[in-house]
């Protein structure tokens, strides 16, 4: 009897190693499985982060480049600020010059009238278009034909229309061309007086200094002589105004330009 109720107990403790074994691996099994599902979620929140980290850089390289963009703009517009200034100051100075122009060839001497007393005044107000003006419209074609004639009166005729840019080009090619030419102290001149009312100072007193220095002889020398003092004056530079006057003065005595001369001296004196 003893035996027989030995066996639910003994088949009991044969069985539950097994039962145990079992459920350990179902435990195992479902462990595995959520650690499977958590690599997962990490995995999916460790690609979130690097693409939130790439963005962030790639908008901070966004924000920088859009600020060095806007300090560009702010540049450009400073530099066009400037140039605008420039340009409306240069316009302004053609405007005067071309009005000045208009007026002396709709006057006659009435601006070299002007020009006359601006200058008794002590006021240094110089028209250098209307100064060309008068000149040009006051010259006729030279008596004596020249090498290259007709190139030069070309270039002459564009700068009696006004048309002083070509008038230079126009000037500056038959010198090159005719060197040799009796009309180059004329066309040197006349480069010189174009060039002033373009605003080319120094090319302005250049081309008319050739004419002093290496046609001192030409009727066009102290004419030109005049003109260097009166663009000296223009920019300021009285004390080289007053030793050309005085040259001319001393190398062409008793003519008009040497009345001039000294009626421009009495002038500078009086305006100190």
């Known amino acids: 009897m003893k035996r027989w109720h030995l066996y639910p107990v003994l088949s009991l403790l044969c069985l539950s190693p097994f039962a145990q074994a079992e459920s350990t691996g179902e435990k195992v099994l479902q462990l595995q499985q959520q650690m499977a599902v958590m690599q997962g979620e990490l995995s999916s929140l460790v690609a ?37 200034h420039a340009l409306q100051t240069q316009q302004q ?25 601006a200058l008794g005044s002590g006021v ?22 020249g090498l290259g004639q007709a190139d030069y009166q070309r270039a002459f005729d564009l700068l009696r229309q006004g048309k002083y840019g070509s008038a230079v080009t126009g000037l ?6 005719y060197p040799q030419s009796s009309l180059v102290p004329d066309a040197y001149y006349w480069l010189g007086q174009a060039q002033y009312v373009l605003g080319q100072n120094d090319a ?57 001369a000294e009626a421009q001296l009495q002038a500078l004196s009086a305006g100190k």
Request: net charge positive; aromatic share 2%.
């Open 48 to 84: 979130v982060q690097q693409a939130n980290k790439g963005s962030q850089s790639a908008l901070a390289d966004l924000l920088g480049r859009t600020q060095h963009l806007e300090q560009e703009v702010r540049d450009l517009r400073g530099e066009l600020d400037t140039k605008t």
């Open 93 to 117: 100075s053609t405007a005067a010059q071309v009005q000045a122009l208009t007026a002396q060839l709709t006057g006659g001497t009435a601006a070299t009238a002007s020009t006359s007393s």
């Open 124 to 145: 240094a107000i110089i028209s250098p278009a209307a100064a060309v003006a008068s000149a040009a419209s006051n010259t006729s074609a030279p008596a004596v034909q």
């Open 172 to 177: 500056q090619g038959f010198i090159q061309k």
């Open 204 to 260: 302005a007193l250049k081309s008319l200094h050739v004419v002093e220095a290496q046609f001192s002889q030409s009727s066009k020398a102290p004419e030109a002589m005049l003109r260097m003092a009166e663009i000296y004056q223009a920019i300021g530079q009285s004390g080289k105004a007053r030793t050309v006057l005085s040259k001319i003065i001393s190398q062409y005595p008793s003519t008009p330009s040497a009345q001039k």
